[in-house]
């Protein structure tokens, strides 16, 4: 979900981290997959996971409500603008089924059948960062006194674990527009992986169950438990991204994930554009705002990985005032 308060944030590619450059190719490290997050949806989930694939096939790219491409797909997004949104080609109020992807709701033992991205970044001091990334085709705000806010097409949340040789040392979790960090060892552990807890619509990440405030006044209420599993290691794109060159390439994947990815390419990660439609003007598709709270029903699709700070030095996407906790 988009921020309430829409600060803006350089994109911190800081200078001081002197990142090694990856061999290309090479897998997914071993350790990236045993100490990955285990996440639970919440239980009355209707906006499942989705395959980027899909969402792209379902999607054109608009500068300022105009068509500017009749067709888009991984190889060529990469190069489009970043005043570029992703927009539906449906109309949102449809509820398309590609949106809902209720097919993708995990099974078994955290199967989804909507690939997960997974990026690796080696850093200076023996630190490998792994983002999990989770898609959505869309986010469905909160409410408050009944009146829905926040709404868009696109959901793009991470979590990201912090290892210091091989070992994992701290977790944070993208939540609105910030997150939260945590020692790795304090989060409540299923075998020894950290286990997490995923907002029915909005899909911000939680350390645990419960009911989570947030917002203007503290009035929007986050829900979340143990709802079904998703194990994102069973089904995922898997990457590097080397910080200096700026570039990814492609690592092993699992599952839908790597059969797809190598076809794919890596060009689709440099979009810096928006994977969701603009506001849209009241009353279009029921667009409605509400002055005293300086939000309207649907906001703009969110930016994807490339924009999510990936060069960090603290663990926290917005690093200036990164607090990292010792218990949950
Ligand atoms: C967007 O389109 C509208 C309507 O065509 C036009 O009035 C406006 O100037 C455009 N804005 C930008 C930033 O191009
Ligand atoms: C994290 O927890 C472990 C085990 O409880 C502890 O040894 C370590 O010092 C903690 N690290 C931090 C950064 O709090
Ligand atoms: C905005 O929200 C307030 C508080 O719920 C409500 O009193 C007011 O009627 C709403 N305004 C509009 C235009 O919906
Ligand atoms: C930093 O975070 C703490 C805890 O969330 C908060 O109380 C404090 O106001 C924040 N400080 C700044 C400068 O944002």
Not at 17 to 37: D, G, K, L, N
Not at 47 to 60: E, G, K, M, N, R
Not at 131 to 155: A, K, M, P, R, T
Not at 291 to 314: D, H, M, V, W, Y
């Amino acid at each position: 979900m988009r921020s309430f308060i829409h600060r803006v944030f350089p994109l911190a590619f800081v200078g001081c981290v002197a990142s090694v450059v990856h061999p290309s190719q090479q897998a997914i490290p071993e350790f990236v997959i045993e100490f990955a997050p285990l996440s639970h949806l919440w239980s009355q989930e209707k906006w499942f996971p989705s395959d980027i694939s899909t969402h792209l096939a379902h999607v054109l790219p608009e500068v300022n409500f105009t068509i500017v491409s009749d067709s888009i797909g991984f190889q060529d997004i990469g190069s489009l603008g970043n005043d570029v949104f992703l927009t539906s080609i449906d109309p949102v109020e449809d509820e398309p089924s590609w949106m809902l992807s209720t097919e993708n709701k995990p099974e078994g033992k955290g199967l989804s059948g909507a690939p997960a991205t997974i990026i690796c970044i080696e850093k200076e001091g023996g630190i490998l960062d792994a983002f999990y990334f989770h898609f959505y085709s869309f986010d469905e705000g909160n409410s408050i006194l009944g009146q829905e806010f926040s709404d868009h097409v696109g959901d793009w949340e991470h979590i990201m674990v912090r290892f210091v040789n091989n070992t994992p040392s701290v977790i944070y979790l993208s939540a609105h527009s910030g997150g939260f960090a945590f020692n790795y060892s304090a989060l409540q552990m299923t075998r020894h992986r950290a286990t997490t807890f995923i907002a029915g619509g909005t899909h911000a990440n939680y350390a645990s169950p419960g009911p989570h405030l947030h917002g203007p006044d503290n009035l929007l209420n986050d829900r979340t438990d143990a709802g079904p599993l998703w194990d994102v290691t069973l089904n995922f794109r898997g990457y590097w991204f080397d910080i200096p060159a700026q570039t990814f390439s492609v690592a092993s994947g699992a599952g839908l994930g790597r059969k797809e990815e190598g076809d794919e390419g890596v060009g689709w990660l440099q979009f810096e554009g928006m994977w969701g439609d603009e506001q849209y003007p009241v009353p279009e598709h029921g667009q409605v705002c509400n002055a005293t709270f300086n939000e309207c029903k649907f906001s703009s699709g969110p930016t994807g990985p490339i924009a999510k700070n990936l060069g960090r030095n603290q663990v926290c996407e917005h690093e200036t005032n990164c607090t990292i906790s010792s218990s949950v």
